[in-house]
């Protein structure tokens, strides 16, 4: 049961251009989300959040977008830059819930020169 | 500051053996969690410990794998009579508080079973 979904397993942009990363989830109690990026033998790193009473939240070149209606959020990264490339993991919570984190399967952005 | 601490970074084992994974959380982070990445895959969810509470061990894949956490600090994985489809890299992340606030994650420990 695969309540947090990230549908597109690879993304390739080129730099200076927006990317945009897309997360669908089905648990309806999930009211906080975050963005993390993993790049090779590493842990992933926190990148931004955004709580269910938002629609968006906005860190310099990272924007992440929640549809509570969709269950859909996005993280938007404009301009997008050569050190972007990386897994990007959704994950979501409860926070007065289960709480515990769960995670998206991951999208590979590449950004092209 | 210190981060998250795993070790050992990396293990192979022999398929039938037991091993431990051990995590060491930031200092005073109350939530603590272990997650698994397969190759290719996302991160499969655990365990999760908060505070005093019952852990939440509804992520297991079976009965050969088991977590304790002392003291409220350092969290141990075993692995039981591990076999291939253990091999995983093995991800501890801890947390000062359950909600609303990022987990930070160690590097892991890559496990393979051979």
């Known amino acids: 049961d695969q309540q947090v979904k990230q549908n597109s397993p690879s993304l390739s942009v080129q730099e200076g251009r927006i990317s945009i990363l897309n997360c669908d989830y089905t648990?309806?109690?999930?009211?906080?989300f975050l963005w993390y990026k993993k790049y090779p033998a590493e842990g992933p790193t926190f990148l931004i959040s955004?709580?269910?009473?938002?629609d968006k939240n906005e860190d310099g070149r990272f924007t992440v977008f929640l549809n509570k209606s969709a269950k859909h959020l996005s993280l938007h990264i404009v301009p997008s830059q050569p050190g972007d490339s990386a897994v990007y993991f959704c994950?979501?919570?409860?926070?007065?819930?289960?709480?515990?984190?769960?995670f998206g399967q991951g999208t590979r952005l590449t950004i092209n020169p | 500051g210190a981060g998250v601490s795993q070790s050992p970074s990396n293990k192979v084992t022999e398929k039938g053996k037991d091993v431990e994974l051990r995590c060491d959380p930031i200092?005073?982070?109350?939530?603590l969690y272990w997650y698994r990445q397969s190759l290719g895959q996302g991160l499969e969810f655990l365990i999760y410990?908060?505070?005093?509470?019952?852990?939440?061990k509804s992520g297991l894949p079976s009965d050969r794998f088991s977590a304790e956490r002392t003291g409220g600090s350092v969290s141990t994985l075993t692995i039981q009579r591990t076999q291939q489809e253990d091999s995983a890299v093995y991800l501890c992340?801890?947390?000062?508080?359950?909600?609303?606030?990022?987990?930070?994650f160690g590097q892991g420990t890559r496990l393979t079973v051979v």
């Open positions: 992340a801890s947390s000062p508080q359950p909600a609303r606030a990022e987990a930070f």
């Open positions: 648990n309806s109690m999930f009211d906080y």
């Open positions: 955004i709580s269910s009473i938002k």
């Open positions: 994950a979501a919570n409860e926070v007065q819930g289960a709480q515990k984190l769960v």
């Open positions: 200092s005073g982070h109350t939530a």
């Open positions: 410990f908060q505070g005093n509470s019952a852990p939440d």
